[in-house]
């Protein structure tokens, strides 16, 4: 993947002109492009490092070019987030949140044979280009959760061997439902003008994972270990 440009300066500059002039005409009349604007976009196999990389240099670009637009707060709702999505580790489709959040109904018929084009029915909040918090609608019927549960390659069996309690309480009329999750932290962060939540949080941890001032994680007892039923084993070489 990479990052390419073009540029309307007495007609269409880029390194891919040749190849991709007429392209970036059409481009640049669709989006209404102006004498002396710049588009910049990225290509690849693999859509989400591409749109992670366009938005850090978005970021970029706007405090150091446009730093007075950095002034109050802006606030952005992401919804319609795509339900699926496909994993080439495990060869099928996964749930992009969790497999308990409603989608929106009436995609489940109309894209059953393209579930990625299926919208969840959850919500994330943005402000100032952070993400301040999440959450979601939840399944409360039992004949949804079983048809995303068979969309995601569960069989029946499975899915009542690690959800029948849910699918059970679905048959007692679970209301619906839904919440969201603000982080504290980045809310304090983005009202005291940090980047880093961690110039705002009383006792951040090391890059390592310990807490300086009460030295967690500790060790174990054997004590703690034997009421968890854990028992701890020498790693194993490997020969090969």
């Known amino acids: 993947g990479g990052i390419m440009w073009f540029k309307l300066e007495n007609g269409v500059m880029s390194p891919m002109k040749k190849h991709l002039g007429s392209i970036f005409e059409k481009i640049a009349e669709g989006l209404k492009m102006k004498e002396g604007d710049v588009l910049l976009f990225s290509f690849g196999e693999d859509r989400d490092p591409l749109n992670e990389g366009l938005g850090n240099l978005r970021l970029k670009i706007g405090k150091e070019h446009f ?34 959040t409603m989608p929106v109904l009436e995609d489940i018929e109309r894209y059953k044979n393209e579930p990625e084009k299926i919208r969840a029915l959850s919500y994330d909040i943005v402000v100032n280009g952070y993400e301040l918090g999440g959450g979601s609608i939840r399944i409360h019927n039992r004949k949804i959760q079983e048809k995303i549960f068979e969309m995601l390659g569960i069989s029946k069996e499975e899915a009542l061997e690690k959800f029948g309690f849910l699918l059970e309480a679905f048959e007692c009329g679970a209301p619906p439902h839904g919440g969201i999750a603000l982080g504290l932290d980045r809310f304090v962060a983005i009202l005291a003008g940090e980047e880093s ?15 300086l001032m009460t030295g967690a994680p500790s ?14 084993v020498e790693e194993v ?3 090969e």
Not at 82 to 95: H, L, N
């Open 237 to 239: 070489p490997n020969d």
């Open 219 to 232: 060790e174990v007892r054997d004590t703690q270990l034997k009421e968890l039923k854990i028992e701890l």
């Open 67 to 100: 730093p007075e637009k950095a002034q109050g707060f802006d606030i952005l709702w992401i919804v319609d987030f795509p339900f699926f999505e496909w994993s080439d580790e495990e060869k099928r489709f996964v749930a992009r949140h969790h497999p308990f």
């Open 197 to 211: 939540i961690r110039d705002v949080i009383a006792f951040p941890k090391t890059g390592s994972g310990v807490c």
